[in-house]
């Protein structure tokens, strides 16, 4: 579990390989010590500075000697391009044993500094079952949120069944081909509906705003079944597409191992309910028959509009949110690393960016959003004679090309139709998505304007490059966004324009449009049980439900859905 890197003169230095906590945990059964592990904050590491050399660093700076430390670990890392050249602002956890003391400890306890580590969270559920957590429980989807509710539920020895409307990842893979060689779309089997979700043909960016107990014991899962040990503290963790393909059918099988049944190729199609109240789902209607059941949590991704319907139909609660919507932006990568980074490129691989533009007056704020370094841009569509941009890239950034979205929040008092709508918001992304396919020639080319002409209000001649493989149609993308989108987005260039010198200029391409960064529906659930309105036994978790947004957040709140519900019922 530990193992050793290095000294800096008689300080030996210690990382963990596993969980951090639980490594903690064992250590303690040896030693009849009781240990605690504190966390660092406020170093800074060079770009040649070892990690052994950092983890004495920080022992020595709070005066931890080598018979006191029991181990050491990078927590959190990430790069600050804002200095020349780069750094990496770090946090370590310090394991050490109860009440050990020193000066230097005391002093950065003062400064704010050092603090006691977070506790992770577990998978593992730690109380009874409950009478659902006994039984029988459906989940729809096989994305992030899905399988992670499936997986907690199965360890405390729930019966889970994962009901998937497209493919197996290897298959799902086949039946993309005939989209990209011929344009012929499949409406179940897609970028966005199969084995793993809509993730699974992104980047597999793994980082949150969100601080939740369950991050730590979900990236130990993904590590387990392939992914690099640095997700654990990369603050801007990234696993690449081709590591999420080869992640999956692993994780797959960790889920099987655990008594999780999958059904691929299964569209869900209705419930069957005792109407209460509150009402009780006793099972569901799909593709390929009925399927009985004690309990149902709905994954649906943010692209479910007919599974929406259907529920909504059967009396399942929405209501309409805010989400984002606006274009993708390209530029050449090696123009983005040498205004990001400067002299630091060689060490530091391509660089991304994280850009934010706040409103003013009557414009709104605009930020970057899924930045996908030495990427390409996708169709993610699963409508016939719609277009939607989304970015993708391997770990190795190999890609000449750099992608992002470039987004403002629309809020339900923008959308034309009834208040009273719940969807009037997926109306509003369908108008789009259809008006962009129509400008891009009908042929899932997306409608692109260079950024200079969509700031002048022209149309953009020459040949348009792009990484998008079914290529780019010049088009007016300044009149053919909402005017409050154009508004905003033009501000935001003029201002990115001097954090990034060129950002703004004829190397960077607009392609719409970005209409599915977040869902415009959410499904009102109770704070802590996560249970739908109305109902005993249904839940809805993910981005599908309006409940997450990426990865990572929706994985934790299809697992702290799934633990609720596993212990639903005990006093």
């Known amino acids: 579990m530990w193992g050793k890197l290095g000294s800096c003169g008689k300080m030996a230095a210690y990382v963990a390989s596993g969980v951090f906590s639980q490594a903690s945990r064992i250590m303690a059964q040896i030693s009849p010590e009781p240990l605690v592990t504190l966390r660092l904050t406020g170093l800074v590491q060079s770009l040649e500075e070892g990690d052994a050399e950092l983890l004495a660093r920080a022992a020595r700076r709070l005066g931890i000697g080598e018979l006191d430390l029991r181990g050491a670990r990078i927590a959190r890392r990430s790069v600050d391009a804002r200095r020349r050249p780069p750094c990496l602002p770090v946090q370590v956890d310090l394991v050490v044993r109860a009440g050990f003391q020193s000066r230097a400890l005391a002093r950065e306890e003062r400064s704010g500094y050092l603090r006691p580590a977070p506790i992770p969270g577990s998978l593992i559920p730690d109380q009874p079952a409950g009478p659902l957590g006994r039984g029988h429980i459906v989940v729809v989807g096989s994305g992030p949120a899905g399988v992670f509710a499936a997986l907690p539920l199965a360890l405390g020895g729930a019966s889970v069944t994962v009901l998937e409307r497209g493919a197996v990842l290897k298959e799902r893979h086949r039946r993309l081909v005939p989209f990209h060689r011929g344009r012929s779309l499949d409406p179940e089997t897609n970028l966005l509906f199969g084995e793993g979700g809509a993730g699974t043909y992104s980047d597999g960016k793994l980082y949150t705003r969100i601080d939740d107990p369950l991050e730590v014991p979900i990236l130990e899962e993904l590590v387990a079944c ?297 499904i009102p659930r109770d704070r802590k049980t996560r249970l739908v309105r109305g109902f005993s036994n249904l839940q809805a978790v993910g981005e599908g439900a309006g409940w997450a947004g990426g990865i990572m957040s929706a994985a934790i709140d299809g697992a702290g859905a799934a633990l609720c519900l596993y212990c639903l019922g005990n006093s």
């Not at 028959?289 to 994954?299: H, Q």
Request: glycine share 12%; with cysteine.
């Open 226 to 522: 392939g992914a690099p040990a640095e997700i654990r503290f990369d603050a801007r963790a990234h696993i690449g597409t081709e590591g999420l393909h080869a992640l999956l059918p692993r994780l797959r099988q960790r889920l099987i191992d655990a008594g999780v049944t999958f059904a691929f190729d299964t569209r869900f199609e209705g419930l069957e309910l005792d109407e209460g109240p509150p009402r009780r789902v006793t099972g569901v209607r799909t593709s390929q028959g009925p399927l009985a059941c004690d309990g149902l949590i709905l994954a649906t991704g943010h692209s479910a509009r007919d599974t929406w319907r259907i529920l909504a139909r059967q009396g399942v609660p929405f209501e309409a949110k805010a989400f984002q919507f606006g274009v993708r932006i390209e530029h050449p990568q090696e123009m983005i690393t040498s205004a990001r980074y400067g002299s630091g490129a060689e060490l530091l691989g391509p660089a991304s960016y994280s850009l934010t533009c706040k409103g003013s007056g009557q414009t709104q704020s605009v930020h970057s959003f899924c930045m996908c370094p030495g990427g390409r841009v996708v169709a993610s569509v699963n409508e016939e004679r719609t277009l939607c941009t989304n970015g993708m890239s391997n770990a190795t950034h190999s890609s000449p090309w750099a992608n992002s979205g470039l987004v403002v929040t629309v809020n339900p008092d923008q959308f034309a139709g009834s208040a009273d709508d719940p969807f009037r918001g997926v109306h509003f992304q369908h108008e789009q998505e259809c008006a962009a396919f129509e400008a891009g020639g009908g042929t899932y080319a997306a409608p692109a304007q260079r950024a200079d002409d969509f700031l002048a209000g022209r149309l953009s001649t020459g040949e348009l490059k792009t990484s998008l493989i079914f290529g780019a149609q010049a088009a007016r993308l300044d009149e053919l966004l909402p005017d409050f989108v154009t508004l905003a987005l033009r501000q935001a260039l003029q201002r990115f324009e001097a954090q990034i010198p060129g950002y703004s200029g004829s190397d960077g391409l607009l392609l719409g449009v970005e209409s599915r960064s977040s869902g415009p529906i959410r």
